[in-house]
C-alpha cells in the first residue's frame, strides 16, 4: 500500500512514505517547525519516486502528547486529504505502542502531555484496551509504573525516572506508516479528513 504518514513528536516534524513493495523513506526535522512539513513531504516523495497522486492514503498520529504538536499534525493531514481527496488512518499512540509491544501480558502504557501530567492507558496481552486513557498527574503516574510489570512510556527523554519493568519507546513516522498499512491489510478503514480529530484528555 502508498502511503504517506505525518508525525509531529518532541524532537519536530517527521513524515514517512511506504511504498507498494514495503520500502519505507522517511524524513525528519529535528526541531523544525510545523511550516516545515508540506516540504518534507514533498521531499520524502521525491526521495520514495512518488507524486502525491500515487498514494492511496494518508496517516497521521493523532496524539496523546503536546497540544500544539498533535493541532499540526492533524492539520496537516487534514489539509493533505482535502487536496488530494485521500482518507486518513488516525492513530492512537497509546494503543499504536500497546499493540507493537504486545508480549502477551497486560501492560501499561503511558504518554507525557504536559503541565507534568501523562496520558496512561492499561491493556491486555494481545494490545486491546482495559479502560480510557486517563490524564494523571506526574506522581501518580510513576507510582503506576512502578507497580506495573510491564510498564511503557511512548516519547520519553529519559528523565521520568525508572520503573522495574519500564521501556521507553520512540513512535516514528515509520511506524506509523507500518501501522497504517497493516490496519488497512484488515480491512480497518481510512477515515475522510473532516473526521479525523486529535486525542486530547483535557479541554
Not at 519505507?24 to 512539513?37: F, M, S
Not at 480510557?132 to 510489570?149: D, H, I, N, T, Y
Amino acid at each position: 500500500m502508498r502511503l504517506l504518514a505525518i508525525r509531529v513528536g518532541p524532537s519536530g516534524p517527521a513524515v514517512a512514505v511506504l511504498d507498494s513493495a514495503g520500502r519505507l523513506v522517511e524524513r525528519e526535522r529535528p526541531g523544525g517547525r510545523a511550516e516545515t512539513l508540506a516540504p518534507l513531504c514533498a521531499e520524502a516523495l521525491e526521495a520514495a519516486g512518488l507524486a502525491f497522486a500515487d498514494l492511496e492514503a494518508l496517516a497521521v498520529a493523532i496524539g496523546p502528547g503536546g497540544f500544539t504538536r498533535v493541532r499540526a499534525a492533524v492539520a496537516a493531514a487534514r489539509a493533505l486529504a482535502l487536496a488530494t481527496g485521500l482518507q486518513v488512518h488516525a492513530l492512537d499512540l497509546l494503543e499504536l505502542a500497546a499493540t507493537s509491544l504486545a508480549a502477551g501480558e497486560p501492560l501499561l502504557v503511558a504518554a507525557p502531555v504536559g503541565g507534568r501530567t501523562w496520558a496512561v492507558q492499561r491493556f491486555d496481552g494481545a494490545g486491546r484496551p482495559l479502560e480510557p486513557p486517563q490524564r494523571l498527574p506526574l506522581e501518580v503516574a510513576r507510582r503506576a509504573f512502578e507497580e506495573s510489570r510491564a510498564a511503557v512510556l511512548v516519547d520519553g527523554d529519559g528523565q521520568e525516572g525508572e520503573g522495574p519493568a519500564l521501556r521507553h519507546w520512540r513512535a516514528s513516522a515509520g511506524a506509523l506508516a507500518r501501522a497504517a498499512a497493516a490496519r488497512a491489510a484488515r480491512g480497518i478503514a481510512a477515515l475522510p479528513g473532516p473526521q479525523v480529530h486529535p486525542l486530547y484528555l483535557r479541554p
